[in-house]
Every structure is written in C-alpha cells, then in structure tokens.
C-alpha cells in the first residue's frame, strides 16, 4: 500500500499504471476509511462515490488527480463505458478516449488523455471484469472481529497526521525522479507479464529506498498477484488446468465422457467450491462441447484414437498439453524467506515499514 501511495506522486517515471483495487466480502470492512486515508496521502486526489463516465474522462484529462473511486459497484451499473476508460488508461501509449466535441454547426474531433492514478473499491461478491482485474493490484479487507480493537478513525486528527508524511513522500519522489524513469528492477519470474508490468513501478520505488523493502514488495507481489496461493479468476484457463491434473493423474489417457464426469466431482471430492459441480448431467453434450472449444483454443485437439484400456474412444492424451502445459500451466517456482512476509495480522515489521519514507529524505 504504502509503495502505491508514494507512486502516485511520481507515476509518470513509468509507461504502466496498476490500479488499487479494495475488496472487502461485505459492507462495513473499512473501505471508505481506508480510502479517506488514501486521499490525505496521494498525490493531487481525488475521491467520488458516483461519477459519469464523461465526468471521469475529462477530469482525468484535464487535471491528472489521483481518482479515488469508491462504491465502484455503483460506478459499473450505471454504465460499461468506465470499462473502456480503465482498460485504457492502464497503458500511457494507448491511454486516450476519442471524442467529438460540437463547434458550431460542425463537429471536431479531440483525444482525452486518461493516464492517471486510479483506485476502486467494491464488495467483491459482484466481481470487476477479467481485462480490469489483470490490470490491478487487489488489496483484500475484512470485518474486524469483535475481540479486536483499533483506534477511532477522526477525519481532523488524520489530517492533521498525514499532511506531513504525503509532503514527505512527494518530496522524496521529486528528488528520486530521475533515478526512477531509468531504473529497471528485477522482476520475480513467477510473475507473468501482465503482472510483471503492475508491479514495475512498485519494485522500483522499493529497491530505490532500500533497507528491507526489497524483500517485502517481491513477498507481496507473490502473495498479492496469486502466485503462491493461486485464485484463477479466468475460467477458460481454470478449465484447462484442471483438465491437464485429470489426464495426468488417469495415466496420461481420458474419455472426453470421463473428463466431464471428474470435472464434475472435483469441487466435491476436494470439498471445495467448484464451477464445473454445477454442470448437469442433461446438459453434457453443452458442456463436452465447451471443453473441446476451450481447449482447442489453448492448441489442444482432441484425439479420435484414445485408448484406455480395451475402450478405444474420442479423447485426450498428455501429450496433446505439452505446448499449453509450457505456456499456461507451468510456474517457475521463486523463493522467499518468510521472515520478509508480513505477520498474522497482515502488517509488516514497523521498523521496516518505515523505511521508505526516511530513506533519502
């Protein structure tokens, strides 16, 4: 959190633009307060719990706040057009909305430029869209537990608190800025593109001030991108990797009849939650068909010849995953000490944490 907040204040040293994306299960966790935390500590923010998708557009052009938008859930239902200004400003080269602005009689064109920081909150049982999704760093809140205590959050006293640590921040990014655009930090392999381009910025910012936070940005972009415990969002690649462990684990050989019978007890044979439990048997031949396309989609064709014991039936072989299993399936596994992660409660060490803001100050 605290390395997304200092970015904010130098966010044009890079090309990328993560977004901050708050979760919480339900309402009451903490996501306004944490957001009013947010706006005393950004660079120029910004916070709106409703908006119009011109509104946005425009002030991100005109003024280049940090825009905090909170209750994004509200922001989704009143129109899918902020799914095209978030998909855009993710990327400074492709981060601008054509418009037509009236003249007259007659009609000019003119191009909005949308990169700025951006952050959203939202309950997460209505989830955001894969392509907004991958182009965030999701912070995830909870209830405090009735056994825990924590001080009273008082708008003017945190005012007055913050105030010193945002100049602080906005200084020690002016002064580093140069140092900032020509750093190049060493990515975890673990992480993919997409994932490796969210956190650039940040890895930057760590290794520049130093002291543990190299350590502890690369822990949580493990952590936090879902590399160590994964959480696939995407369906289509669930689906394949979930069909790979079934082959594998019947030999290297299954009946596409076979396949969705064990795509449908996964969830309950691990007594866990699982997609494909729903599926009804009334309706296999949709679903064989969506796993054929989905897997043909990833290069993998299923084979007419498969034979499993004396059955010789249509199906899939190992083999056939050797390309995808490379690309899709396969992580390089990046070790970490887990004396960097942070503590139960989800806080890092605080002689570390402080570190960021007195380096070079």
Same mark, same amino acid.
């Given at each position: 959190?605290?390395? %997304?907040?200092?970015? *904010? ?6 090309? =990328? ?8 299960? *339900?309402?009451?966790?903490? =996501? ?6 947010? $706006?005393?500590? #950004? ?8 908006? *119009? ?27 899918? @057009? ?10 400074? +080269? ?54 825990? #205590? ?5 708008? $003017? !006293? ?13 200084? %020690? ?7 900032? /655009? ?16 969210? %956190? ?40 394949? @990797? ?5 082959? =594998? ?8 009849? !076979? ?7 996964? &969830?309950?044979? =691990?007594? +866990?939650?699982?997609?494909? #439990?729903? %599926? ?5 031949? $949709? ?5 054929? #396309? ?6 993998? !064709?299923?084979?007419?010849?498969? @034979? ?8 899939? $072989?190992? /083999? ?5 299993? +490379? ?5 390089? &596994?990046? /070790?970490?000490? /887990? ?23």
């Amino acid at each position: 959190m605290a390395l %997304w907040i200092v970015r *904010t204040h130098c966010f044009q040293a890079w090309d =990328k633009n993560p977004y901050l994306l708050v979760t919480s299960p *339900t309402k009451r966790c903490g =996501k306004t307060t944490l957001f009013s935390l947010l $706006k005393h500590l #950004t660079c120029n923010s910004m916070m709106v719990s409703g908006a *119009t998708p011109s509104f946005v557009q425009r002030v991100l052009n005109k003024s280049k706040p940090t825009l905090l938008m909170d209750e994004f859930d509200s922001f989704k239902q009143m129109s899918d @057009k902020f799914g095209n200004i978030l998909n855009a400003a993710h990327n400074r +080269e492709g981060a601008f909305i054509g418009i037509s602005i009236s003249q007259g009689s007659d009609w000019n064109p003119e191009l909005l430029d949308v990169y700025a920081p951006i952050a959203l909150a939202l309950i997460n049982t209505k989830p955001v869209q894969p392509t907004l999704q991958d182009r965030c760093i999701e912070i995830k809140l909870q209830r405090k537990a009735a056994n825990e #205590t924590v001080k009273r959050y008082v708008v $003017k !006293e945190a005012t007055a608190l913050l105030k010193p640590i945002r100049l602080r921040a906005t200084r %020690w990014a002016v002064n580093n800025m140069k140092d900032l /655009e020509a750093y190049i930090p060493d990515i975890p392999k673990a992480l993919d593109d997409r994932q490796g381009d969210n %956190w650039f910025p940040l890895l930057a910012i760590a290794d520049l001030a130093g002291g543990a936070l190299p350590d502890q940005a690369r822990a949580a972009a493990l952590l936090i991108a879902g590399t160590v415990v994964e959480e696939d969002r995407d369906l289509d690649l669930k689906l394949l @990797k979930d069909a790979y462990k079934i082959v =594998k684990a019947k030999g290297g050989r299954v009946h596409m009849g !076979e396949l969705f019978s064990s795509l449908r007890n996964l &969830g309950k044979d =691990k007594d +866990e939650d699982s997609p494909w #439990t729903g %599926w009804w048997i009334k309706d296999a031949f $949709k679903h064989r068909q969506h796993i054929r #396309t989905v897997l043909k989609g990833y290069g993998i !064709e299923i084979s007419r010849n498969c @034979k499993v014991g004396i059955d010789n039936k249509s199906g899939y $072989k190992i /083999e056939a995953f050797g390309d995808a299993y +490379e690309r899709y399936i396969k992580t390089n &596994g990046v /070790e970490f000490s /887990e004396s960097i992660l942070p503590d139960s409660t989800g806080i890092l060490p605080q002689n570390n944490s402080e570190t960021l803001m007195n380096k070079g100050l």
